[in-house]
Every structure is written in C-alpha cells, then in structure tokens.
C-alpha cells in the first residue's frame, strides 16, 4: 500500500523498508453462509484467472502478488 501511495503523491518520497510480514491474509464469511462462499470462491477465481486479480493488487500495493 505504501509503494502506491508513494507511486501517486507528488512529494519527493521512497519507501525505506520491505514487508514486515509474510503471512498471507485471508476472507471473513459469516459462518453456514455457504451460498456467500460459493459466490465468493467463484469470484475470487475468475478474477484470478482473467488477470484482473494481479491488475488489482499491482495497482494498491505497486508489486506483483
């Protein structure tokens, strides 16, 4: 997120450090809302393979997932 904000401010900023963590994140779904995770899962995967996840996160975050 900082590389990005830093990509489209117009100070003159750098980033000084790396990620702090490595942990991946994940998706909270009420829990029984299994048409929710359906809905979710089938998103999240078209997204994934039609290239529009990486766009996504290259665009916030300034780096390739």
Do not use: C, H
């Not at 809302?33 to 996840?53: E, N, P």
């Amino acid at each position: 997120m900082n590389a990005y904000q830093i990509m489209r401010s117009n100070a003159n900023l750098i980033q000084i450090a790396q990620k702090f963590t490595t942990e991946d994140y994940g998706y909270a779904i009420r829990k029984g809302d299994s048409q929710l995770m359906l809905d979710f899962t089938f998103a999240l995967q078209k997204a994934m393979s039609d290239g529009a996840y990486q766009r996504v996160y290259e665009k916030w975050f300034g780096i390739t997932p």
